[in-house]
Nanobody, 115 residues
Framework: QVQLVESGGGLVQAGGSLRLSCAAS????????MGWYRQAPGEQRELVAT???????NYADSVKGRFTISRGNAKNTVYLQMNSLKPEDTAVYYC?????????WGQGTQVTVSS
């Protein structure tokens, strides 16, 4: 019903920056919350950041002060600006959208930070 497509991942050097983008499409009513999650090799998927329609944000402690989640000017888009990247940020990053009828996920985009 809702499709999410992420982009912006890649390979960067430690200390560098990336901006991830996510666009939602399909049968959208109202998406209450959008967010970013990540899953590192051998680890569980964890919350990175979320943002509500009203602009309230929530961040994992590990990314506070380095990452910023925001909504784009386009409808149903969300971004994750990642600065001061560390090797431990290496993971597949997934976009998430919460709607009354489900919780939707993108396919993920790989972020690799070299030391």
């Amino acid at each position: 019903q809702v499709q999410l497509v992420e982009s912006g991942g890649g390979l960067v050097q430690a200390g560098g920056s990336l901006r991830l983008s996510c666009a939602a499409s399909g049968r959208i009513f109202v998406i209450n919350v959008m967010g970013w999650y990540r899953q590192a090799p051998g680890e569980q998927r964890e919350l990175v950041a979320t943002i509500t329609g009203g602009g309230s944000t929530n961040y994992a402690d590990s990314v506070k002060g380095r990452f910023t989640i925001s909504r784009g000017n386009a409808k149903n888009t969300v971004y994750l600006q990642m600065n001061s990247l560390k090797p431990e940020d290496t993971a597949v990053y997934y976009c998430n959208a919460e709607q009354f009828n489900g919780n939707y996920w993108g396919q993920g985009t790989q972020v690799t930070v070299s030391s």
